[in-house]
């Protein structure tokens, strides 16, 4: 048995409150502590992960090391805390489900009835302690995703009441994460939805140890002392969280509401030291005080819901901090990009980042984008299906085989540079099929990559089914874009770049999954260098 602590986080009254960062901001402070922290997201939906869900639906998919298709939020916990996530991090119902069944069918349950309790609640907690049972981890924080009284919730919040019984008060706790709106027609701040919200939860039998209630106007002590006295807390487990400028400043502002002391207070941890945020907050001061601003257009198909990138957005604030420059986002579908109006369209930007995607929608406005930026010498970032993009562009524009495709929009083009994996021929499921994960590339000295990495062996997560078709390699150099990144086992194209222009990188990998605060891209800070070089010229 390990002497790991757990640390649930629930949610009320209303989704997006970001339970998310509150847990990676209370895991940070723990974690510059001292403790060794992780933290998890149960996600209550059927699907098995989001791998298979459209970006609109709960934005980017998040890929792991391991190669799990995950929700965003572990991305938030990568950032935060600079230490990998798994698999076991994030766990949905329909993951649950599986497994049972699939124990019923080996007939593991020797007979019984299998039942939502305690079948599904025993395979949850499972769950919850795989991380604990590491023995890794001082402190597991999982995130319970949904609202409170979602019929969907409940075997989780029956799993979560059931371990704080067995575990015991001093070794796990609930945090409450809460909204106390302003109703500005009475220009009052009000507490009667989180009390709703914990008398639901009470109804099924967890009284939560903590409230962190969010916020637009500071919460006087006179509504701390209400809502801890109908919430059945103490006055100083009220936690304010304030609306903040960035998500990056909510470890700050939990530091001063005191929200790590409270938790280590619960759980009889005692730690001499004080965070620690040195690197953190100059982070935070160099992106809060840029010395220039460079605009760079990403083209993408999902734009209406700038979550779908949320990995390339916070890669371009970490960049941009370390290059203490302000990246203003020119969001650009890329439906929108004509023959006609690509040029206009992209006027003034610094740079041009075609972003990853699936399907034949936008695609033509995708390789307008490439070859504006190519003619341009605009510096170039292509990621995924941008990296796909860029060699079609090249392909066609350069090479001049004006039927260049990928079979992934084309089945029968005549010049497929971009075509099915020979691993993927006979694959035909959708879920958790694509090649996913870490995998290594060598990088050729004296390219880009490599002046950006400063390394010869790297290795990045990616997600895809398609690839560089190699048999156009020799083609394709000879006319000046170079494969600069190969896997070292397969041989397959990983980099494309053009030499004799001044910043052009495609990447078939997914770089923004590994940029951290403490670790911004290599890749991002040297594509938002060039961009500021090409703003300044
Ligand atoms: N649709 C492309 C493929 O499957 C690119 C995927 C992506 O951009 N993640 O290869």
Aim: proline share 4%; glycine share 8%.
């Amino acid at each position: 048995m390990s002497n790991t602590k757990y640390v649930f986080v629930t949610g009320g009254v209303t989704s997006s409150l970001g339970k998310g960062i509150i847990a990676a901001s209370l895991a940070k402070l723990l974690q510059q502590r001292g403790f060794s922290v992780t933290i998890q997201k149960l996600d209550p939906y059927i699907n098995i992960d989001p791998g298979t869900l459209n970006p609109y639906e709960h934005g980017e998919c998040y890929v792991t090391d391991d190669g799990a298709e995950t929700d965003l939020d572990l991305g938030h916990y990568e950032r935060y805390l600079n230490i990998p996530t798994s698999q076991a991090n994030n766990v949905t119902t329909g993951r649950i489900y599986q497994s049972v069944i699939d124990k019923e069918r080996r007939g593991d349950f020797l007979g019984k009835t299998v039942q939502v309790i305690p079948h599904i609640t025993d395979e949850i907690k499972h769950r919850i302690q795989l991380l604990g049972d590491t023995g890794e981890y001082d402190i597991v924080i999982t995130e319970i995703g949904g609202t409170v009284g979602d019929i969907e919730s409940l075997p989780y919040v029956e799993s979560v009441r059931q371990m704080l019984w067995e575990k015991g008060e001093d070794n796990a706790i609930v945090i409450h994460l809460t909204l106390i709106p302003f109703l500005a027609a009475a220009g009052e701040l009000k507490t009667k939805p989180t009390q709703h919200s914990v008398k639901s939860l009470m109804q099924s039998g967890v009284s939560p140890d903590i409230l962190v209630c969010r916020t637009e106007h500071q919460i006087s002590d006179d509504i701390k002392r209400k809502l801890a006295l109908f919430c059945n807390v103490k006055k100083e487990d009220v936690i304010q969280s304030i609306d903040a400028e960035t998500i990056y400043d909510v470890p700050n502002l939990m530091l001063e509401e005191g929200l790590d002391e409270v938790v280590l207070k619960k759980l009889k941890l005692t730690s001499e030291k004080k965070p620690e945020l040195k690197v953190w907050n100059e982070f935070l001061r160099k992106h809060k005080n840029p010395t220039s601003e460079v605009e760079i257009a990403l083209i993408g198909k999902y734009i209406e819901l700038q979550d779908s990138y949320k990995s390339i957005t916070e890669a371009f604030i970490h960049a941009g901090s370390s290059n203490e420059t302000k990246v203003k986002v020119r969001w650009v579908h890329s439906e929108s990009l004509t023959p006609k109006n690509y040029e206009n369209k992209l006027k003034g930007v610094d740079g041009i980042l075609v972003a990853p995607g699936f399907g034949d929608r936008g695609i033509d406005g995708k390789i307008k984008a490439v070859q504006y930026a190519r003619e341009n010498k605009i510096p170039f970032f292509g990621i995924c299906l941008g990296m796909q993009m860029a060699v079609i562009e090249f392909s066609k524009n350069v090479l001049g085989l004006v039927d260049a495709f990928s079979t992934e929009m084309k089945k029968d083009c005549k010049n497929p540079v971009i075509n099915l994996m020979e691993s993927q021929e006979d694959v035909t499921d959708k879920g958790g099929t694509m090649r996913l994960g870490a995998w290594d590339c060598k990088l050729e000295k004296d390219s880009k990559i490599h002046g950006a990495y400063q390394k010869e062996l790297i290795s990045e997560r990616h997600r895809h089914r398609y690839e560089f078709n190699s048999d156009y390699k020799d083609q394709i150099e000879l006319k000046g874009m170079k494969a600069t990144g190969i896997n070292p086992r397969t041989g397959l194209v990983e980099v494309v770049e053009i030499p004799s222009h001044p910043w052009f990188v495609g990447v078939q990998y997914h770089p923004e999954y590994k940029s951290t605060v403490l670790n911004p891209h290599p890749l991002f800070v040297d594509f938002i260098k060039a961009a500021l070089k090409y703003s300044k010229k």
